[in-house]
């Protein structure tokens, strides 16, 4: 065990909370990879937090479902460490600024990241707004 977590001797997990490094994935990783971009694609439009293990990637999206205009985007606030396998992920969706012109037409907004851990097999978070 690599100091973080334990055991307690009733056999649960005692919570860790610890920093999650990660990286924002651009659609220029999408492009040089099909099976993200077609699983990316295929969640995007569901609001909430998705993820999709591919080797010792794993890949968060957080969707903010559909909106009524452009200028909508998703911040993620946190990504964190639960125990030794759960990962969490809070974000937030702001709105277009009062007065700024926007697209006129349904949007989905979304953030999706990127963290390396063969040990993380769920995913769970909150997303406001």
């Given at each position: 065990?690599?100091?973080?977590?334990?055991?307690?001797?009733?056999?649960?997990?005692i919570?860790?909370?610890?920093?999650?490094?990660?990286?924002?994935?651009?659609?220029?990783?999408?492009?040089?990879?099909?099976?993200?971009?077609?699983?990316?694609?295929?969640?995007?439009?569901?609001?909430?937090?998705?993820?999709?293990?591919?080797?010792?990637k794993?890949?968060?999206?957080?969707?903010?479902?559909?909106?009524?205009?452009?200028?909508?985007?998703?911040?993620?606030d946190?990504?964190?460490?639960?125990?030794?396998?759960?990962?969490?992920?809070?974000?937030?969706?702001?709105?277009?600024?009062?007065?700024v012109?926007?697209?006129?037409?349904?949007?989905?907004?979304?953030?999706?990241?990127q963290?390396?851990?063969?040990?993380?097999?769920?995913?769970?978070?909150?997303?406001?707004?």
């Open positions: 065990m690599n100091g973080v977590g334990a055991t307690n001797i009733e056999g649960g997990v919570p860790v909370v610890k920093s999650l490094h990660y990286r924002e994935v651009t659609s220029l990783d999408m492009a040089q990879d099909q099976q993200i971009q077609q699983w990316l694609e295929s969640h995007r439009h569901e609001k909430g937090i998705h993820y999709k293990r591919k080797g010792k794993i890949y968060i999206l957080i969707s903010g479902g559909e909106r009524p205009t452009g200028g909508y985007k998703v911040v993620i946190q990504a964190r460490l639960e125990t030794l396998d759960s990962a969490y992920v809070s974000a937030h969706i702001t709105g277009p600024k009062p007065g012109m926007v697209v006129q037409k349904l949007t989905y907004p979304y953030a999706c990241i963290v390396e851990s063969e040990d993380i097999k769920n995913v769970q978070g909150a997303l406001m707004g």
